[in-house]
Every structure is written in C-alpha cells, then in structure tokens.
C-alpha cells in the first residue's frame, strides 16, 4: 500500500504563495502518478495538477494553469505544489492521489488519497 501525507496548507492572503508537499511511503513502485486534487464545501472535488513519476509530465486544471506547478523530488519520496497567485476561489482541502495505473484528471483513477491539508485564501 502507498501511505500519503500531505503539508504546508495555510491562511494566505490573496496574491500569496504557498508549496504544498505530499510525502509518499509505502509501495512507491506503483506511484504511477502522483495528483493534486482539492474540494470546497458543498462542491465536488476538482483536478488541480499531476505528474508522472518516472518522466515528470504533468497536467494541470483549467482554472490553475500559468499558477500552480506540480514536481517532485526522488531523493524525498515528495510531490510538491507551488500555489503561486493564489485567489479567493482557491480555498479547499487539497489532496494527495496516486494512480497505479495513468495519467488521469479523474479522481476515479487514483488509488490512494491523503488525509488533506487545508488552504485559506482571503481577499
């Protein structure tokens, strides 16, 4: 099994920056790919941003591309999450996924979850 925490979430001013990190252990031979995720209150969860593990391809959602970059460290076992111009709508619980199996913006494919870190972004 792959165990997923995350970090670094925050209250931020709007315009801040904040780097989430997901630390991964476990059976990391299957992190496929490693996703962001991230839910408000009353809405359904939202893609963020992805990345391949081997190769470092990423993808991100509509609403946070030119924003958010998605990385990863080897040596930390670690996927990160710069928020950079952060807004008032980026408030959520943003999750750690991993898919065993692709490269996907549906969080039906990930197999594994975080417990969530929350991030605040008042105006």
């Known amino acids: 099994q792959v165990q997923l925490v995350e970090s670094g979430g925050g209250l931020v001013q709007a315009g801040g920056s904040l780097r989430l990190s997901c630390a991964a252990s476990?059976?990391?031979?299957?992190?496929?790919?490693m996703g962001w995720f991230r839910q408000a209150p009353g809405k359904e969860r939202e893609f963020v941003a992805a990345?391949?593990?081997?190769?470092?391809?990423?993808r991100y959602g509509d609403s946070v591309k030119g924003r958010f970059t998605v990385s990863r460290d080897y040596a930390k076992n670690t996927v990160y999450l710069q928020m950079n111009n952060l807004k008032p709508e980026d408030t959520a619980v943003y999750y750690c996924a991993v898919s065993s199996t692709g490269f996907s913006s549906g969080p039906y494919e990930y197999d594994y979850w975080g417990q969530g870190t929350q991030v605040t972004v008042s105006s």
């Open positions: 990345i391949t593990w081997i190769a470092g391809s990423t």
């Open positions: 476990g059976r990391t031979f299957n992190r496929y790919t």
